[in-house]
């Protein structure tokens, strides 16, 4: 509908839908569909895709009885913009933007979603990350679901979404709240700790420091194998709700395993491979299927195994899932240009 850039405070984003609303009586009652207050999601009719799409048959569709409300555009925009950044190579830095779409607007929050987006310019792509059976509702996530139940919830609330999510996933999990209630509240507490020994691990890769120097790492690690103990032995859990927690701590895996990889410039198996990283691989895909998240970290994992001497022993399965998770992302790709993308990609996208 309209997007904004470097706008923090979306006045320009307020501006321009304004604008439009004043010359265009249909974009004004389309956007007026959406929820202006927390109040308001669970009250307003969701309209019919007819009306979201198409034009009006006549000039008296667009009705009289609605009135361009700068304020109440503004409370639209705070609960269903979409936001984010990106950096082409002319650019030293990021650039902030802000978007209002209509339909992506419509699409329910689920910690387990069936459905990925990708921003390319001013276009909203919506695609299917699994399959979807007819009649399923289609989900996103609006906040990062790599991340265990109460750091989700600390997230939304944070977001001012106004509903606190009862997926499959967040049910579950909430199940286990009294079992895994020490080890969360260790993830909170270690989580900007352990980022930030990371970044200082890759950043000092020439000359890397010993894996003793970061002890919140370390710790970090000691509550995924934790939480992948307790999860075994835990009656009445499925395989996949098994992976939805594991996925859910992947990150206190991940830190560590990034540390001994950089450290050893990932030259050994010994140093950086364990039979663990294809579960969390697995994990993270049965949970937030094709996420970039995941394919920079099967594009990692396809990077050293090409470097490793038993390449084609371990690559096999993880080439299998990284091309699973290409089609996930980008659609039906031909394998070889998936694997081109995959070869290609060098840029590591932050695990946290």
């Known amino acids: ?145 790599v991340a265990p139940l109460e750091l989700r919830h600390k997230s939304s609330l944070a977001m001012k979404f106004g509903f606190k999510c009862k997926c499959k996933r967040c049910i579950v999990e909430d199940s286990l709240r009294h079992s895994l209630s020490d080890v969360s509240e260790m993830y909170c507490n270690l989580h900007d700790k352990a980022f930030d020994e990371v970044r200082k691990a890759i950043s000092l890769v020439s000359h890397p420091p010993t894996e003793s120097s970061f002890s919140a790492v370390a710790q970090f690690r000691s509550i995924f194998d934790r939480v992948s103990s307790r999860i075994r032995s835990e009656y009445g859990l499925s395989e996949i709700e098994r992976k939805w927690i594991m996925a859910g701590y992947s990150s206190a895996y991940l830190g560590k395993w990034l540390i001994r990889g950089y450290i050893a410039r990932f030259s050994k198996k010994p140093a950086i491979w364990d039979d663990t990283i294809v579960e969390v691989v697995e994990a993270l895909r049965t949970t937030i299927p094709g996420l970039p998240h995941t394919l920079s970290l ?55």
């Open 1 to 145: 509908m309209a997007m904004s850039y470097d706008d923090p405070h979306r006045v320009l984003l307020l501006m321009r839908l304004v604008a439009r609303a004043q010359d265009d009586p249909l974009f004004l009652k389309q956007m007026y569909c959406l929820a202006h207050t927390q109040s308001s999601q669970d009250e307003m009719e969701v309209p019919s895709m007819d009306f979201l799409a198409s034009p009006p048959r006549s000039p008296s569709d667009y009705g009289t009885d609605v009135h361009v409300d700068p304020s109440r555009i503004m409370d639209i925009i705070m609960l269903n913009s979409f936001e984010g950044e990106f950096k082409d190579d002319n650019q030293e830095s990021k650039t902030w933007f802000c978007g209002l779409y209509l339909i992506p607007s419509l699409i329910n929050h689920s910690c387990h979603r069936n459905a990925s987006r990708l921003i390319v310019g001013g276009t909203m792509i919506l695609h299917a990350a699994t399959d979807i059976q007819k009649g399923e509702e289609i989900t996103i996530t609006y906040i990062s679901t």
């Open 298 to 352: 099967i594009t990692l994992i396809v990077a050293i195994t090409q470097r490793l001497e038993n390449k084609h022993e371990i690559g096999k399965d993880v080439f299998k899932m990284g091309l699973a998770e290409c089609s996930g992302i980008y659609g039906n790709l031909r394998s070889d240009v998936c694997i081109k993308l995959m070869e290609k990609s060098t840029e590591v996208i932050p695990f946290f």
